[in-house]
């Protein structure tokens, strides 16, 4: 069973926050990433509060730089991961979107697309057909071979060679360490295409060719 975590931006108001409760999508853990405004601090401790009284206690603030891209996107990977090294890789993350700057939706976007993850929000009562709040799921074409690879080095090495021809023979996949050094042994390579197939990133295409599969395509342009 994974264990379940959720990024939450912090905004104006603390109710969509709370939405993920009354649905049924796990919550073990969540974050909520804010910077120290002290107006925007108390709707975190708020939001922190609610999710105690209810028995929901693993939620913690994740500081960010609000108008920093590439700050906002290397807090959450480096938690994800932190996450995935606790739980063995059995995590699934989740992220509510609702609040927050464009920057940091977009940059939490970006994470998501990068972990095997999922986005929702909440749809206020006026802009629902339903006339009523309601939890809105984006589903995403997810790639979490990605994040495997980048902890696999060598395999990671051989599938980097597929970055400029989709297909390779066997010969060509041999000489990954480049010209003048030694090759890569039929045991080594036979390894690391296993774990690739089993990712679905690659196929065989012949009795000596391997080739990217639309998988592996899609993962090759996020590396």
Request: aromatic content about 8%; glycine content about 4%.
């Amino acid at each position: 069973m994974s264990f379940d975590v959720h990024f939450y931006n912090i905004g104006q108001t603390a109710e969509t926050a709370y939405q993920v409760l009354r649905s049924d999508i796990k919550i073990n853990r969540m974050y909520l990433l804010n910077n120290f405004e002290p107006s925007y601090v108390r709707i975190e401790e708020e939001i922190i509060r609610k999710f105690n009284e209810v028995g929901m206690r693993d939620v913690y603030k994740l500081p960010i730089e609000v108008h920093d891209f590439d700050n906002i996107y290397k807090a959450v990977m480096e938690t994800a991961r932190k996450e995935m090294k606790e739980h063995n890789g059995n995590v699934r993350f989740h992220f509510n979107i609702t609040m927050g700057t464009s920057i940091v939706v977009s940059a939490v976007s970006c994470a998501a697309y990068t972990l095997d993850a999922d986005l929702y929000y909440i749809l206020e009562a006026k802009y629902s057909k339903k006339q009523e709040e309601e939890l809105i799921q984006i589903p995403l074409d997810n790639i979490s071979e990605v994040e495997k690879l980048k902890d696999r080095k060598k395999v990671l090495e051989t599938f980097m060679q597929f970055k400029t021809k989709d297909k390779l023979t066997i010969e060509e996949m041999k000489s990954v360490n480049g010209p003048n050094k030694p090759e890569l042994s039929g045991p080594n390579l036979s390894r690391r295409t296993r774990e690739l197939h089993n990712m679905g990133l690659i196929q065989k295409s012949g009795s000596s060719e391997w080739s990217l599969t639309d998988k592996g395509k899609k993962a090759i342009k996020r590396l």
